[in-house]
């Protein structure tokens, strides 16, 4: 777990402003490897302000960026898709209330689907399935989930057929989605808690009224004072177990869903209670929305702080599946610290040290390898770290 800070960039900034602080980057995605969806490419791709960077981790490098038209916009959420013919195709939305859908390859956005909604709502999460590469959820910030058919953009144009198929509500804003394909469960992060729905082919209206289901997530023995329920991160890591974040609580969850619910189709309960098998341990923070970030293939799981460091956890040897009364308590396997970065842009214009504020780590990628992790903050960083 010995990594090296090897490229940390500011490729986000309001009017190409090399000494912008201010911008938030909010996600970051790494793209599937189109010949082994398991897998990913050295490719990442990261939102904020009204700009997507698709950025090579080997080198650094910014490949290939999208700007949106709109001022106005702020990405907030990433997802990636691989396409019958191997291309993959990146879609992407925030307070403009506009599904966008880039051709990496040409820095395109060759679709742009306008939500209506009220003002001042947002695209929060955005998520295809891992199974069906058209069926894109798409949750925002008023709780409700829409299920979007892409249809199957053909190149050279791409031009296709994007259709909304059902709707339904969290009935609580939605910050994160997760689908676990073993239970059929659609999973969201809210406000009021951990919510989710049985979502089943073929996705039509005629699952427009899916039953809500509400997971109990238990309070952690943090010493802070915990009075939310707000849920910002859930992952399905694989085969069912899942790894939930709440606020104000210095935990991560790890637990196996398909115990949680059991047989869906047989039971009439809509109410569950989460019983973790792991619980890591993390930072003692009261700030919100730092979203966790890890690959099964790499072993490794990630979120980062509001000091600017990453918690690392090695979760390949954990069993996932143990039958103990008490959940094991895991410590992070390292720490790496927010490192000393000379910024002569911000002293130039003299602007104070990146480190003068908190440094939120807003979300956390991590490779097929466990080679790269990429982090990224509120104060318009693009974090690189490589394995040592």
Request: charged fraction near 20%.
């Given at each position: ?22 911008t938030?980057v909010w996600?970051c ?29 080997t ?23 691989t ?36 003002p ?52 609580s804003e ?6 676990c394909t073993?239970?059929?469960?659609l999973?969201?992060?809210?406000n ?14 005629s ?10 997530v ?10 939310t ?21 210095a ?18 309960c809509?109410?569950f209670?989460?019983?973790?098998t ?37 979760i ?6 143990h039958n103990?009364?008490?959940?094991v ?6 720490i790496?610290?927010?490192p ?15 480190d ?8 956390v990628?991590v ?14 960083m ?7």
């Amino acid at each position: 777990m010995d990594f090296n800070p090897v490229h940390f960039l500011r490729c986000h900034s309001r009017k190409n402003d090399n000494a912008d602080v201010q911008t938030q980057v909010w996600m970051c995605v790494f793209e599937p490897d189109p010949k082994d969806l398991d897998k990913t490419t050295n490719l990442v791709a990261t939102c904020g302000g009204n700009s997507i960077c698709f950025i090579d981790v080997t080198t650094g490098d910014v490949v290939a960026k999208y700007v949106s038209k709109d001022l106005r916009e702020m990405f907030y959420s990433l997802a990636w898709t691989t396409l019958p013919n191997g291309i993959n195709v990146l879609a992407c939305g925030g307070a403009r209330n506009v599904i966008h859908l880039i051709n990496k390859s040409e820095s395109v956005s060759f679709l742009q689907y306008p939500l209506k909604l009220k003002p001042k709502l947002r695209i929060q999460a955005l998520l295809f399935h891992p199974e069906s590469y058209n069926i894109l959820f798409c949750g925002t910030s008023d709780g409700d989930v829409r299920v979007c058919d892409i249809g199957t953009p053909i190149a050279p144009d791409y031009k296709t057929d994007f259709k909304i198929l059902s709707r339904f509500s969290a009935e609580s804003e939605i910050f994160s989605l997760a689908l676990c394909t073993v239970t059929n469960v659609l999973l969201a992060g809210c406000n009021d808690g951990l919510r989710g729905w049985h979502v089943i082919k073929p996705f039509d209206t005629s699952n427009s009224s899916v039953e809500l289901l509400h997971f109990n997530v238990p309070q952690s023995n943090s010493e802070s004072n915990c009075d939310t329920e707000l849920v910002d991160s859930v992952e399905v890591l694989k085969d069912g177990v899942v790894a939930t974040k709440c606020a104000l609580q210095a935990a991560i969850y790890i637990w196996y869903l398909p115990s949680t619910v059991g047989n869906l189709k047989k039971t009439k309960c809509n109410s569950f209670t989460v019983a973790p098998t792991h619980i890591l341990h993390w930072s003692n923070t009261d700030n919100y929305f730092m979203y966790i970030g890890a690959h099964i293939a790499a072993g490794l799981l990630c979120c980062g702080d509001d000091e600017g460091a990453l918690w690392l956890y090695d979760i390949s040897e954990l069993d996932f599946k143990h039958n103990k009364v008490k959940p094991v308590l895991v410590e992070p396997t390292a720490i790496l610290p927010w490192p000393y970065v000379t910024d002569s842009n911000s002293e130039n214009k003299r602007k104070l040290n990146l480190d003068v504020y908190d440094i939120v780590v807003d979300k956390v990628a991590v490779d097929s390898t466990g080679k790269y992790i990429v982090a990224v903050t509120n104060n318009n960083m693009v974090c690189i770290w490589e394995k040592a």
